[in-house]
């Protein structure tokens, strides 16, 4: 796909901005929707072109892209009346990278199917920092032809990009992800807060643990916000509580137990009952200190 489209974002965020910017910088023509317009003004002052509502966008876009809050959200903007599937054009490309029920995103290319459009289910990880950098992981569920065209953009926004499998297995995929990282976070909360109540240097302490068998995303980035009491969202725990709903429900459909992701969830939980809900992830740590 050499030529340039134009393309449809919905969701300016926390990342949503940063990725559609990196869609600007490779050149395509860019419409925008977001339902508090303020947060798409640095992408309208940039060139970005502003749409009132979600059907305009998708029927003046030949790829629409949503990163938006909640299931309840996407299948809002997906398969309401006047939604992206009742106004985008046959042939044209819909690429949902919201963290959603796989069902939803098996559902969503059924009706996509029906109407000659293509879809792609295609979660996300990396936080603030790899939506910034352009180095995010990209989860994606769908057909191979879609993948194949779409690939371009993809990795204008990504590093590690990889089909998963047909509708539904991205959001799998990120399912797996949020799992792996919900244990891993209460593990680096746990091992530094311990580092602190034994006197010793948190700093210090985690040179020489983020290189080992230790290692991780979290401990590497996410940890040293913790020692700077730095809780700003890379990601909100509204959201990685949603993310978490969605997994719990998704395993016990497959039959499968997840305590240590029951157990995060409830901490988070209580965190967000304290009126932490718009914290980053790694406001986890307060809950250690209390």
């Known amino acids: ?148 065209e779409m690939h371009p953009i993809f990795s204008l926004m990504g590093e590690n990009i990889r089909l998963q499998g047909p509708a539904g297995s991205g959001q799998h995929t990120k399912m797996a992800n949020q799992i792996a990282i919900a244990s891993t976070m209460m593990g680096a909360c746990e091992a530094i807060v311990y580092a602190k109540k034994a006197g010793l240097d948190q700093r210090e302490v985690l040179k020489s643990i983020e290189t080992g068998a230790a290692g991780s995303f979290t401990l590497s980035k996410l940890v040293p916000r913790m020692i700077d009491g730095d809780f700003e969202p890379g990601f909100y725990i509204k959201h990685f509580i949603k993310d978490m709903k969605i997994a719990i429900d998704s395993a016990e459909e497959l039959g499968l137990k997840t305590p240590g992701l029951t157990v995060a969830k409830g901490l988070y939980e209580q965190l967000a009952e304290q009126g932490e809900e718009n914290s980053g992830t790694q406001a986890l740590y307060k809950y250690y200190l209390q």
Request: glycine content about 14%; overall charge neutral; hydrophobic content about 40%.
């Open 1 to 148: 796909m050499g030529e340039k489209k134009v393309i449809g974002f919905i969701g300016t965020g926390v990342m949503g901005k940063s990725m559609a910017k990196h869609l600007m910088n490779g050149g395509h023509e860019l419409n925008v929707y977001n339902r508090t317009k303020e947060k798409a003004v640095e992408l309208l002052n940039n060139g970005a072109n502003w749409c009132g509502t979600v059907a305009e966008l998708a029927e003046k876009s030949d790829v629409v892209i949503t990163i938006v809050g909640f299931p309840s959200d996407v299948e809002g903007v997906y398969l309401g009346l006047n939604g992206i599937l009742n106004h985008a054009r046959p042939g044209s490309y819909v690429i949902d990278m919201t963290t959603s029920k796989p069902l939803l995103a098996k559902k969503i290319s059924d009706e996509a199917k029906k109407k000659g459009i293509f879809a792609l289910d295609a979660p996300v990880s990396g936080g603030d920092i790899g939506a910034r950098d352009g180095k995010l992981a990209i989860m994606v569920g769908g057909e191979k032809e879609a993948f194949d």
